[in-house]
């Protein structure tokens, strides 16, 4: 398992995008990811959580290079553990 936390926009993206998971089977396999990525998002200032919120609605219209792009910006975040 990693630890620590990751400045790459891809793992900020997946955290952005992983805060909300409620159920299925990321929720079963990595408990832990999803509470982290619910703290990280928690401990984010609105403005910042507003930009992750940003860059999952960009994912789906533009991409994840658009996606990542926004989030850049963003606080380290948990890395993405798959």
């Known amino acids: 398992m990693t630890t620590g936390w990751s400045d790459a926009p891809f793992d900020k993206l997946e955290a952005a995008i992983n805060h909300s998971v409620r159920s ?4 079963k396999k990595q408990p832990g990811y999803i509470f982290r ?23 789906s219209k533009h991409g994840y290079r658009k996606a990542e ?10 890395p993405w553990p798959l």
């Open 69 to 78: 792009g926004i989030v850049a910006e963003l606080p380290p975040a948990p």
């Open 37 to 59: 990525c619910l703290n990280w998002f928690m401990a984010l200032t609105p403005e910042q959580q507003t930009t992750a919120l940003a860059a999952i609605e960009a994912l």
């Open 24 to 27: 299925g089977d990321l929720l």
